[in-house]
Nanobody, 116 residues
Framework: QVQLVESGGGLVQAGGSLRLSCAAS????????MGWYRQAPGKQRELVAT???????NYADSVKGRFTISRDNAKKTVYLQMNSLKPEDTAVYYC??????????WGQGTQVTVSS
C-alpha cells in the first residue's frame, strides 16, 4: 500500500535552514509529479513546490528563491531544502503527488517551527 514518510522538520530560528525528506513506497514514484505541501494552524493546505519526473520544478511565490525541491528516483525520495526561513513558514509539511486531494492517502507530515 501507499506510504509516505516525511522527516527532517524541527525548530529553527528565523533565517535558518532545514532539509526535509519524504520516502515513498507503494507508488510508481519515478513517473509521478511530486510536491511538497504545508498546512499552518487554521489554514488550508497549500502546495509550495513541485517537481516532475524530469526534474522540472515550480514554486509558490511565497517560497521562490528560498526553497529548493529535488528528487532521487532510485531512492523514491523527494527533498525540500528550505533556506532563509521565516516565521510564516511555520507549518506541518507533507509530500504527495501533485494531484492528491483530501480523499487520498497522506503521511503524518513533519512539523517545521520558525521562531522570530
Amino acid at each position: 500500500q501507499v506510504q509516505l514518510v516525511e522527516s527532517g522538520g524541527g525548530l529553527v530560528q528565523a533565517g535558518g535552514s532545514l532539509r526535509l525528506s519524504c520516502a515513498a513506497s507503494g507508488i510508481a514514484f519515478s513517473i509521478k509529479n511530486m510536491g511538497w505541501y504545508r498546512q499552518a494552524p487554521g489554514k488550508q493546505r497549500e502546495l509550495v513546490a513541485t517537481i516532475t519526473p524530469g526534474r522540472i520544478t515550480n514554486y509558490a511565490d511565497s517560497v521562490k528563491g528560498r526553497f529548493t525541491i529535488s528528487r532521487d528516483n532510485a531512492k523514491k525520495t523527494v527533498y525540500l531544502q528550505m533556506n532563509s526561513l521565516k516565521p510564516e513558514d511555520t507549518a506541518v509539511y507533507y509530500c504527495n503527488s501533485v494531484v492528491a486531494d483530501s480523499n487520498d492517502y497522506w503521511g503524518q507530515g513533519t512539523q517545521v517551527t520558525v521562531s522570530s
